[in-house]
């Protein structure tokens, strides 16, 4: 989760995922290191905050948006990861401002995307394993 070829190598087209680190940052993935996920109808520029072993967040500036800024504002994604035997969990927070008559629409994808995110990250973690 803290290697930005997680997110970039896999991106479905049209959709694109870039990271950009200053001259003072020593790892693509660290702590101010810019980041924005693009593509029709999405427009998450934000920047790497808090960064441990079990806790990553990406604090999204004012201006992002999903489908419209009047319907989703994201403003803050959160992973969190522990360990249980030869297993890791993760669980993940997308906190948004989202408009009230879109909110059950909203909800319903969030569900279906970030199960398929889950389903497709075990993947990504076999296929590097192997």
Same mark, same amino acid.
């Given at each position: 989760?803290? /290697?930005?070829?997680?997110?970039? /190598?896999?991106?479905?087209?049209?959709?694109?995922?870039?990271?950009?680190?200053?001259?003072?940052?020593?790892?693509?993935?660290?702590?101010?290191?810019?980041?924005?996920?693009?593509?029709?109808?999405?427009?998450?520029?934000?920047?790497?905050?808090?960064?441990?072993?079990?806790? #990553?967040?990406?604090?999204?500036?004012?201006?992002?948006?999903?489908?419209?800024?009047?319907?989703? %504002?994201?403003?803050?994604?959160?992973?969190?990861?522990?360990?249980?035997?030869?297993? #890791?969990?993760?669980?993940?927070?997308?906190?948004?401002?989202?408009?009230?008559?879109?909110?059950?629409?909203?909800?319903?994808?969030?569900?279906?995307?970030?199960? %398929?995110?889950?389903?497709?990250?075990?993947?990504?973690?076999?296929?590097?394993?192997?």
């Amino acid at each position: 989760m803290n /290697d930005p070829k997680t997110f970039i /190598d896999n991106q479905t087209w049209p959709f694109r995922v870039e990271f950009l680190r200053n001259e003072n940052q020593k790892h693509d993935f660290d702590k101010g290191v810019l980041n924005t996920h693009h593509g029709p109808m999405l427009s998450l520029a934000g920047e790497i905050g808090e960064l441990t072993p079990h806790y #990553r967040d990406l604090q999204y500036y004012y201006g992002s948006y999903v489908f419209s800024f009047r319907l989703v %504002r994201p403003f803050r994604l959160e992973f969190w990861t522990e360990d249980r035997g030869d297993k #890791r969990i993760l669980k993940m927070q997308l906190s948004s401002y989202v408009a009230p008559s879109f909110y059950k629409i909203w909800n319903w994808g969030q569900n279906i995307f970030w199960n %398929r995110f889950g389903k497709w990250m075990n993947k990504n973690i076999k296929k590097r394993n192997s």
